[in-house]
């Protein structure tokens, strides 16, 4: 009985921090600011590209995996204040690159919807 509820509590725990929105965790404007450099822009970069563009979004995911790695080493070499920047940095881009992928992704859903409901439904 007890490891039942254990497993129960457990299952409970895990679906209520997943269900909490991760905006309601956002800081705001001026601490955010205070993360970037003037010029660096905080917003997410287009959404799905174009079909044809295969070769591109594969220099992008490269670029982006590259980034991801500066700011990593940046963390880790970093210390005190400089290394809750290097965190925030990377936490931001971290979650810039999800909403892209996320973006891109509801793009090609809703092209394979498109293409499916054309063939004989």
């Known amino acids: 009985m007890r490891s039942k509820l254990a497993v ?22 001026e601490d955010h600011a205070k993360h970037h450099p003037a010029g660096q ?5 287009a959404a799905a590209p174009a079909p044809d563009a295969k070769g591109m979004a594969g220099m992008d995911m490269m670029a982006a995996n590259a980034k991801l790695d500066d700011l990593v080493k940046k963390m880790n070499a970093a210390q005190g204040q400089a290394k809750v920047d290097a965190i925030a940095a990377l936490l931001t881009v971290m979650v810039q690159d999800h909403e892209r992928m996320h973006g891109n992704m509801s793009g090609m ?5 498109t293409m499916g409901e054309g063939h004989g439904k």
């Open 8 to 29: 129960l509590t457990g299952a409970l725990l895990v679906t209520g921090a997943t269900s909490m929105p991760a905006r309601g965790w956002q800081v705001s404007a």
């Open 109 to 113: 859903m809703s092209m394979m919807k």
């Open 41 to 45: 822009s905080s917003e997410p970069k």
